[in-house]
C-alpha cells in the first residue's frame, strides 16, 4: 500500500494497482483497495474504504465511514434515453454500506442528483437509479431495484429482489417484502407485499423499533383503520383522519403522503385481516 499524505497529515492509503484521478479529494484516513478506480472530482470522506475492483465514476460525493465492497459501481451514466451528458451527481451520505456487486447512477438533468441518505445497507447487486432519493436508516435487500425518480423515505426495508416503479414513493417505516411489484405508493408504516404489492398491515415491529411513542402508534393504528376499513374513497379518508384523528407529527406525516400520493396507494389485501 501506498500512503497519501498532504501537509504531514495522513490522509490514507492507496493500492498501486488503484486508479486515482488528480481532481479526486481524498479525506482523511480513506482506504482504496486493489484495482478500484476513482473518477474525476469524486470526493471521499474520512474513514470510508473503497472496496477492491470498484468504480466511482465522476461528480460523486462519498460521506464519511461509508463501506463500498468490491465490483461496486456508484456514479456511473444514468440508463436513461434523455441524458446527454450533461454535468449531475450522485450524493451519498455518512456511514452507508454499499456490498458488492451494486450499481447506483447519477441523475438525469444539468444539476440534478441522485441522493442516498446516512446509515444506509445496500445489500448485494441492488440497483438505485437517475434521480432516486434514499432516506436515512434504509436497507435494500439483494436485487432489489429502484427505477427512476423513485422515493424511498427514512427507515423502510425492501425485500430482496423487489421491483420498485418509476416515481414511486415509499413512506418512512414501511416494509415492503421479498419479490413484490410496486407500482403505487406505499403509505407509511405498513407493510405490502405481492404482484402487484397490496398492503397486509401496519409495520409494527418496524415503528416499535424506530421508538415512535405508544400514544403515537394508537393514533397512527387509528388512521390506518379510517384509510383501509372505512370503505371510504382517499379524499373522503383524508377528511375523516383530519377530524378524528388526534394530531401528532406521525399522524401528520400519514396525512401529508397521502395528499402527495400521485400515483395512488397500495390498497390493502382483502383476504387479510390486521386485528
Not at 160 to 170: D, L, R, S, T
Not at 221 to 235: C, D, W
Amino acid at each position: 500500500m501506498i500512503k497519501i499524505e498532504s501537509n504531514d497529515s495522513l490522509i490514507g492509503t492507496i493500492h498501486p494497482s488503484a486508479v486515482v484521478s488528480e481532481s479526486a479529494r481524498l479525506g482523511e484516513n480513506v482506504t482504496i483497495l486493489p484495482y478500484c478506480v476513482i473518477g474525476d472530482d469524486v470526493e471521499i470522506g474520512d474513514g470510508s474504504i473503497i472496496g477492491p475492483h470498484a468504480v466511482i465514476e465522476k461528480w460523486t460525493s462519498i460521506g464519511k465511514a461509508c463501506r463500498v465492497y468490491q465490483f461496486a459501481s456508484v456514479g456511473a451514466a444514468p440508463q436513461d434515453l434523455k441524458f446527454k451528458g450533461e454535468r449531475s451527481f450522485t450524493v451519498i451520505g455518512d456511514r452507508t454500506t454499499i456490498r458488492e456487486g451494486a450499481t447506483i447512477h447519477r441523475a438525469t438533468g444539468e444539476g440534478n442528483e441522485t441522493r442516498i441518505g446516512n446509515d444506509c445497507l445496500l445489500m448485494a447487486y441492488i440497483h438505485v437509479a437517475h434521480n432516486c432519493t434514499l432516506g436515512n436508516h434504509v436497507i435494500m435487500s439483494n436485487l432489489a431495484s429502484c427505477a427512476g425518480h423513485a422515493t424511498v423515505e427514512d427507515r423502510v426495508v425492501i425485500g430482496g429482489m423487489a421491483g420498485v416503479h418509476q416515481f414511486v414513493k415509499i413512506g418512512r417505516n414501511a416494509m415492503v417484502g421479498g419479490m413484490s411489484k410496486l407500482v403505487q405508493d406505499v403509505v407509511p408504516y405498513t407493510i405490502v407485499d405481492g404482484h402487484p404489492a397490496k398492503v397486509v398491515g401496519l409495520n409494527n415491529v418496524g415503528i416499535s423499533r424506530a421508538g415512535v411513542p405508544l400514544e403515537s402508534r394508537r393514533l397512527i393504528k387509528q388512521a390506518y383503520k379510517i384509510l383501509y376499513r372505512s370503505g371510504l374513497s382517499l379524499p373522503e379518508a383524508i377528511a375523516v383522519i383530519e377530524q378524528e384523528v388526534d394530531s401528532c407529527e406521525e399522524v401528520e406525516h400519514f396525512l401529508r403522503f397521502l395528499r402527495n400520493a400521485e400515483r395512488g396507494i397500495c390498497r390493502e389485501r382483502r383476504d387479510f385481516e390486521d386485528k
